[in-house]
């Protein structure tokens, strides 16, 4: 089989070696002479994945001692929830610059007063709003660092003062270096850049499990459940773990997080050039807002019946996974770590004897 392209948008391209970890892992795990999906999660060697896939998140994004690295379950869609349940008293605030963050909004919402700082809806999501100020009453602050369906990233974050930072980093978690000291949570749904789907990793600041709101909390939603018990509070996500852990130490070989965000410059670099040179496609958010893992873009207008040709020549180049979102139409060519430059330059390529 030729090689395939992998853009999607999630779940995701994955390192090579990732897999081929896991499937011996799957056969014989450890040394057992068991699978990893017969073992318990109590046994020594799963508690030694739990603890080497903790160690190497702290190692790659520098996360200082005083937070925890917590991997749950229910997707970046149960933290929408789960964090106004937690921490929102009086007033939550957020930004809206995408599909997640609005759906961000509608649970908070369901918990009380959830104030939105600044919005793009009205452009369909085209920029990220930066003229705000975090009133210093808020319970926390929350925003979104990639859209992942629309195509922009915060290139910054504002001052928040002491109101807590919550950031949905889902589809930009370990694609560059990021203060973690500056925030008060991090989460991300792993299958974006991370590992396969079905695990959600939360980093949280330590002081954030006495700031929870006077109401019941059901006990799978405490946080400091989870940290309390190393994430193994019920039964994990044994096998979303163990392979986000080689995909983990796959980051680490190849030069961790810095090294990611020299090879995801070069990538978003040399697609957004051709685009930006190309006389048939055009980019769909601002510039000083796009985002360096998902690059969306569509045809000019005056050669959109072209498109089905397009797709054709995509198709016959192996690329996969350049479909837009509903929303955005056109294409979307997500850039995670793991896909090599070399995919990039086949589309590229695709592009431009196209063009002649
Ligand atoms: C994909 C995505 C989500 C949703 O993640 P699930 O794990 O599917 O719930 C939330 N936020 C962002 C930024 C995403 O890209």
Redesign the pocket.
Known sequence: MSKIHNFSA?PSILAESAFEKSIQDIKNFAGTGLSILEVSHRGKEFEKVMADTVTLVRELLNVPENYDVLFLQ?????QFFQIPMNFLKTKATYTQT?T?ASRAIIEAQGFGHTEVLGSSKSANFSFVPKDYTVPADADYFHC?S???IFGTQMKSYPNCGDVPLIC?M??DIFSKPVDVSKFAMIYA?A??NMGP?GV?LVIIRKDMYQKVADRHIPTMMKYSIHAENDSMYNTPPVFPILVSKYNLEWMKAVGGVEAMAVRNTAKADLLYNAIDNSPYFKGTSAIEDRSQMNVCFVFEEEHLHLEEAFNLACKEANLSGLKGHRSVGGYRASLYNALPIESVQALVNVMENFAS
């Not at 229910?74 to 149960?78: D, I, K, L, Q, R």
């Open positions: 999630g229910g997707g970046a869609s149960t995408g997640w979104t990639n859209n992942t949905d889902s589809s749904g299958q974006k789907a959600t």
